[in-house]
């Protein structure tokens, strides 16, 4: 009994009981930054659910650790005095409670009015977001299919399937990594067609998992971008030197070995390039001043050695990585 009666004085303070449960733990505000909108119940509970755990509080919010007796005996329920047990459960409840409610969009708090537990709030949003509607699933599969990247970088695309085959997943419905390929492939724009062609002809002899096709898709697109890059600048600075050169008239006879050794170039009708220009190297189908003139059907690039066309190089060719394209065969 004087135990009980001291435990009783204890919890007369509610300001010590309450900084005596607050010490167990405090939740930065930043934390929960995914606000639940109705459509990212996966997300909205990914960040919760850890927090829940490492606080030791699930058992509150799944109901495995249940409303504790409000009064531990009769006499103290004679005496209003309440069981410590239930004014800490009641405190972190309440704080899960206030957890839950901040972490939700103004349309969806609506939801749980007039819930009073974490276990109820928790429940009802279960109810309304991650339930498996008959609707629901196949208006998710639907956006699946249909998905198109368009406008969309590569990475963004990506991301899009993933996120609908989570919400499938979200509901027990997980999409096969073949099926989620197909949709990725299917949705693609022209531009990565021969990547397309590629993997349709490696899945005929060897499944891959989406992991892997997700970092071969985004190498694939990283060589593009990066080709791209590099490519087109420099046929646009050789377009504009040629464009001075026919259009100023100039002496034609002059030594190109000294003026590399002078840090300019001065080739007919050309204006100086410094020493630090990549265009200071002289192009190789231009004549030097001791070679005798030459036609212009000998100034032409040879073929492209893989596609055999005139415009560019075998190491600029957009086939040079295509295993699927099928060149030439050399004459017998």
Not at 2 to 14: G, K
Request: charged content about 15%.
């Amino acid at each position: 009994m004087v135990s009980e009666h001291l435990q009783a004085h204890a919890l007369l303070d509610p300001m010590a009981v309450s900084s005596n449960a607050s010490a167990t733990f405090n939740l930065p505000a930043q934390v929960i930054s995914i606000k639940l909108d109705g459509t990212n119940f996966l997300a909205w509970s990914a960040q919760l659910l850890p927090l829940f755990r490492s606080y030791g509080l699930m058992g509150i919010v799944d109901g495995s650790n249940p409303w504790p007796p409000q009064y531990s005996s009769d006499a103290l329920c004679d005496q209003g005095v309440l069981n410590s047990a239930y004014v800490i459960w009641q405190y972190k409840d309440q704080t899960m409670l206030g957890w839950i409610v901040s972490s939700l969009s103004p349309s969806i708090v609506s939801t749980i009015y007039g819930l009073e537990t974490s276990q109820l709030a928790w429940q009802a949003l279960n109810s309304s977001f991650a339930a498996p509607s008959t609707s629901r699933i196949s208006l998710i599969k639907r956006k699946l299919q249909s998905v198109q990247q368009g406008s969309m970088s590569c990475q963004s695309f990506l991301d899009e399937v993933k996120s609908l085959s989570d919400e499938l997943s979200a509901v027990g419905k997980p999409v096969e990594d073949s099926d989620l390929i197909l949709s990725v492939l299917n949705g693609l724009n022209s531009s990565s067609h021969s990547f397309v062609t590629t993997y349709m002809l490696l899945a005929k002899e060897k499944s891959m998992p989406f992991y892997n096709f997700h970092a071969e898709l985004l190498n694939y697109d990283l060589m593009q971008q990066f080709h791209n890059h590099t490519i087109q600048p420099e046929t646009g600075s050789y377009a504009l030197y040629s464009h001075k050169n026919s259009s100023k008239p100039g002496p034609r006879s002059h030594n190109i070995n000294r003026s590399r050794s002078s840090g300019t170039s001065k080739f007919p009708g050309s204006v100086p390039v410094p020493s630090s220009s990549p265009f200071r190297q002289p192009l190789p189908h231009l004549p030097s001043s001791s070679s005798p003139p030459v036609s212009h059907a000998s100034r032409s690039r040879s073929p492209c050695q893989i596609c055999k066309r005139e415009n560019h190089q075998a190491l600029d060719c957009y086939n040079r990585m295509n295993y699927a394209f099928q060149g030439r065969h050399p004459p017998t």
